[in-house]
């Protein structure tokens, strides 16, 4: 019966819902059906929404994990036979309902980068007094090498990283001693290549850190195979050291030139070329921020090649330059041969012949190569070219006259010829432009999706032209307005329904100018004259059901 009772109204409901749509306008019926179907749209939306986002749940709240915590987190996982996936940002995702299970059997793994401090103290603590010589000593390598992939993993690009470090055990006697050397394993974010300027910090922490240990005994590879660093490969280091030089010069030049957007600046140093290799080009194939190593190994590994100098022959008197073999300092990149000195200079009648003693900064010094001179001959500073190319945009955008006019030919090579020197000014902050050893620049113009002539601008009005045009601008507005009200108004109106006027009754005689209601008897009377054979039907049905007759 209850049920019969709620589908007889929720029937009642839906019709009177359906007379009310009925009995509006066209216009408000669709109204309504186009808010029907948006509401129902959004509600199909949130619910697809919530049973995409319910089928998996990240981890960690999504946290990205390292390649050791990985590998802890996916043993667990497995062993739980909990099914999950890895994604390319290295977060784990599980299913929505194990959540809770697969973080409760992660939460006691030992997860995250340790502090370098940390794994220091944790050494120092973990000492035994039954601790064989052996044994300690093997303890302490290995924290050593876990301070260096915690460090190592501090810098820009790199996820992980696995160090090992060969230390020869010393020999007594004559022999010669056998230096330390290193092997670094990376894994980089998306398996991108590092810029040159990581690679030379990799090797500063190294070479800083564990003692005896030069930037020519490192070697340093990523996980596709890509060779940075050789210790059996001196050319590699050196052209290492030198593509790490010219990213650190494009940086400087472009934080002086920072004022033109889209602004792009490379930097080739004049000893790029390594002995046994071909110098690099301009047009050469070979990528400036990159290193071709297989290249570099196919090259002949000479030693005793003297690189391209002067052709211009000592003075008479002085000592040939001795090339000596390759040689490494401690935080310093690897020396190759001296560079041939250039011819002392044309000196006066008369004067003194000076010594030909030179002491020069070793080639790892930041900025220019300063020259201690003590004779008549130098030895070249770092040189090279810096090539920069300004969008053409930029030109267009300063060149535009107050007049909001398109500047001539002329105007815009002055221009140009003031922005190139504005340029220069910037690059001989960073590297000479004058002198023995400046560098040569070349500044290209590069063209971009900035159309050439930019659309004609009306000129600004006048002041009272200005204000007219706002009180005109006002009036038009508050007369939309205006109309827009009216016209709302009167759709309103015409949606109201009329209301019909009341039928006058119809007079009855009996009371024919008289302004007083009948009362009942008169109604009987009246009825009984209009309809007498109903009257009787009625009185003889009242009879026979047992009413009083008086």
């Known amino acids: 019966m209850s049920s019969d009772l709620a589908l007889g109204r929720f029937g009642s409901l839906l019709q009177r819902l359906r007379r009310s749509v009925a009995a509006r306008s066209p216009a408000a019926r669709w109204g309504l059906a186009a808010v029907t179907i948006v509401v129902l749209v959004f509600l199909g939306y949130l619910g697809v929404g919530s049973l995409t986002t319910t089928e998996s749940a990240y981890l960690g709240s999504g946290r990205q994990y390292g390649p050791d915590d990985l590998i802890k987190i996916t043993r667990v996982l497995e062993r739980q036979r909990f099914p999950y996936h890895i994604d390319d940002q290295r977060r784990v995702a599980v299913a929505s309902e194990q959540l809770e299970q697969a973080t409760a059997a992660i939460s006691k793994l030992p997860l995250g980068p340790r502090p370098p401090g940390e794994i220091r103290d944790d050494q120092s603590a973990g000492s035994n007094f039954w601790e064989s010589l052996h044994d300690k000593e093997l303890r302490e390598y290995q924290g050593r090498e876990k301070i260096l992939e915690s460090m190592i993993g501090d810098l820009p690009g790199i996820v992980g990283s696995f160090v090992w470090i060969n230390r020869p055990k010393p020999r007594w006697g004559l022999q010669p001693v056998v230096k330390p050397s290193a092997f670094v394993r990376l894994e980089t974010e998306g398996d991108r290549q590092l810029p040159f300027r990581t690679v030379q910090a990799l090797t500063t922490i190294l070479t800083g850190y564990e003692p005896g240990l030069t930037a020519d005994a490192v070697t340093v590879v990523d996980r596709r195979g890509h060779k940075y660093l050789d210790a059996g490969n001196p050319a590699l280091s050196a052209l290492s050291h030198n593509r790490a030089r010219e990213e650190e010069l494009s940086q400087e030049i472009l934080e002086q030139l920072d004022w033109i957007g889209g602004v792009r600046v490379s930097v080739q140093l004049s000893e790029t070329v390594?002995?046994?290799?071909?110098?690099?080009?301009?047009?050469?194939?070979?990528?400036?921020?990159?290193?071709?190593?297989?290249?570099?190994?196919?090259?002949?590994?000479?030693?005793?090649?003297?690189?391209?100098?002067?052709?211009?022959?000592?003075?008479?008197?002085?000592?040939?330059?001795?090339?000596?073999?390759?040689?490494?300092?401690?935080?310093?990149?690897?020396?190759?041969?001296?560079?041939?000195?250039?011819?002392?200079?044309?000196?006066?009648?008369?004067?003194?012949?000076?010594?030909?003693?030179?002491?020069?900064?070793?080639?790892?010094?930041?900025?220019?190569?300063?020259?201690?001179?003590?004779?008549?001959?130098?030895?070249?500073?770092?040189?090279?070219?810096?090539?920069?190319?300004?969008?053409?945009?930029?030109?267009?955008?300063?060149?535009?006259?107050?007049?909001?006019?398109?500047?001539?030919?002329?105007?815009?090579?002055?221009?140009?010829?003031?922005?190139?020197?504005?340029?220069?000014?910037?690059?001989?902050?960073?590297?000479?432009?004058?002198?023995?050893?400046a560098w040569s620049t070349t500044i290209h113009m590069i063209s971009d999706e900035v159309p050439l002539h930019l659309p004609p601008v009306v000129s600004p009005p006048s002041d009272a032209r200005r204000i007219a045009l706002d009180w005109g601008i006002a009036g038009a507005m508050g007369a939309l307005a205006a109309a827009l009200v009216t016209f709302g108004s009167w759709i309103l109106s015409t949606r109201r329904p009329s209301v019909l006027p009341e039928a006058a009754p119809r007079k009855l005689r009996y009371h024919e100018g008289s302004s007083l209601t009948p009362g009942p008897s008169e109604r009987v009377r009246e009825f009984v004259r209009r309809n007498p054979e109903s009257a009787v039907s009625v009185l003889e049905r009242w009879t026979s059901q047992g009413g009083d007759v008086s």
């Open 274 to 437: 390594s002995p046994g290799l071909d110098p690099v080009t301009p047009g050469h194939s070979q990528r400036r921020d990159t290193v071709d190593s297989q290249t570099l190994r196919s090259a002949p590994d000479s030693k005793h090649v003297d690189p391209p100098t002067r052709p211009e022959a000592p003075p008479a008197g002085s000592a040939e330059p001795k090339v000596s073999a390759p040689a490494g300092a401690i935080n310093r990149p690897l020396a190759l041969e001296p560079e041939l000195p250039s011819p002392p200079p044309r000196a006066a009648t008369g004067a003194a012949a000076p010594n030909p003693t030179t002491t020069a900064t070793p080639p790892s010094a930041p900025g220019h190569r300063t020259v201690t001179q003590t004779g008549a001959r130098d030895v070249p500073a770092e040189t090279g070219r810096v090539w920069v190319r300004v969008p053409r945009s930029y030109y267009y955008h300063v060149g535009i006259l107050p007049s909001h006019k398109e500047p001539s030919l002329e105007e815009m090579q002055k221009l140009v010829a003031r922005i190139e020197e504005q340029i220069k000014t910037g690059i001989a902050l960073v590297v000479p432009l004058s002198g023995p050893s």
